[in-house]
């Protein structure tokens, strides 16, 4: 699904990873560790096709319309509100019987209430299950997920683990994550940034 | 094609949405071009020809629009928003496509209130002149919502934008005001209608590399 062959990245002079090699096989499921700064979201980013590379090869066997991107900001608009967002892009995904399946995810990550409320008012961890939503809302068979607990609450957390278990072998996962461990016991594959 | 006019539809509907929700770009624009207007007014001289409030007009219009571009992409920009649209399957064109609608809607608007202001504090308009500005709109929310998109992921976007703009939008006051004054306006109006075809051409064709790096 995602080859990467002496992958590098730089932002002018500075150096984010160099001679990266990869290999996610379809239905894999790699957890991408490292600190801060150290080419995690960077390398999403890549694989998501926001950034080129400045060196190698980078293979990803999909199309765009089949990647989940989960990144930092929820990429929502802050006035409309979550159920407004979420037909956005339900329509943009063509994503059938939109409505249906946006209304399941929002009761599925408990923002059925919240669903007429802008999201400027919503919480850190309102917005990142509204990003979850948004993410899965189009049944991607990539998933890109750049510290998917950020936020959560505990409750959140362990929804987020059942979803990511019900979706493994069914989909590719890329997750970036400072928390490894919890992810263990779904990954099939490791990189760790220096 | 017609995924991609619901995509484009879908787009527009979204920023005129955020307007009426966030009310920060109309009214100043309407603002902005009022006050112009009353500047004008008083500070030309007693006498001044008609002439000189046409082009007066055309300078009214462009800084108007200019204020409405520089505030386009602002709500992408809060939430990275414009990654989450560039990701989407649909054709990165119809992002430009969508925003352009949309703040040619917002200057359209602005200008049904600020041309009987103009006739008020000057002279009266002809039917070309309004044509004139209806395809100098065009023209104008086709390029600066691509210099905006350009623009927005500088750190100097606030400067580049008018830097950009400006510049390529001389032909428009050429058009517009040659338009507005000469007697045989046609040749005028063909060159704005061209400088619409062929500037909207280039920057829907374009528009992918600009929201990809």
């Known amino acids: 699904m995602i080859r990467a062959r002496g992958l590098a990245k730089r932002y002018g002079a500075k150096r984010i990873f160099d001679g990266l090699d990869l290999d996610v096989e379809r239905g894999g499921f790699v957890v991408v560790t490292g600190p801060n700064g150290s080419g995690k979201t960077t390398l999403l980013r890549l694989v998501a096709g926001l950034v080129l590379p400045s060196a190698g090869e980078l293979e990803v066997g999909i199309d765009r319309g089949q990647l989940g991107f989960l990144a930092h900001e929820a990429l929502v608009y802050r006035e409309l509100t979550a159920l407004e967002n979420l037909d956005l892009y339900g329509r943009l995904y063509r994503v059938p019987e939109r409505r249906e399946r946006i209304g399941m995810l929002l009761e599925r990550f408990d923002l059925w209430d919240a669903r007429n409320e802008r999201t400027g008012s919503f919480s850190r961890g309102m917005l990142q299950r509204l990003a979850l939503c948004r993410t899965f809302l189009h049944e991607p068979t990539l998933l890109l997920l750049d510290e998917p607990f950020s936020a959560l609450d505990t409750e959140g957390a362990e929804l987020l683990e059942r979803e990511l278990a019900a979706r493994r072998g069914a989909a590719t996962f890329l997750v970036a994550t400072h928390d490894a461990k919890r992810l263990a016991p779904l990954a099939t594959g490791s990189l760790a940034f220096a | 094609m017609s995924g991609y006019f619901s995509d484009v539809v879908a787009l527009a509907r979204k920023d005129v949405l955020l307007e009426l929700r966030a009310r920060d770009t109309l009214p100043a624009m309407l603002l902005f071009v009022a006050s112009a207007f009353v500047i004008f007014h008083f500070a030309l001289p007693t006498g001044t020809g008609e002439l000189a409030g046409l082009g007066l007009l055309w300078v009214a219009i462009v800084f108007t629009a200019l204020l409405g571009l520089s505030r386009a992409f602002v709500a992408e920009r809060e939430q990275n928003v414009l990654d989450g649209l560039v990701l989407a399957p649909s054709d990165r064109s119809a992002i430009w496509l969508g925003k352009a609608i949309a703040v040619f809607a917002f200057l359209a608007l602005v ?19 309004v044509a004139a500005v209806v395809l100098a709109d065009v023209g104008i929310c086709a390029v600066g919502v691509f210099l905006a998109a350009m623009s927005v992921a500088t750190r100097a976007r606030e400067l580049l934008l008018p830097v950009l703009f400006l510049p390529l939008a001389i032909p428009v006051i050429v058009g517009g005001v040659g338009a507005s004054v000469t007697h045989a306006p046609g040749r005028y109006l063909g060159f704005l209608a061209l400088y619409d075809a062929l500037f909207a051409t280039i920057c829907w064709a374009s528009f992918e590399y600009v929201v990809t790096e």
């Open chain 2, 111 to 129: 200008e049904l209130a600020a041309l009987p202001l103009f006739a008020l504090f000057f002279s009266g308009l002809d039917g070309t002149t």
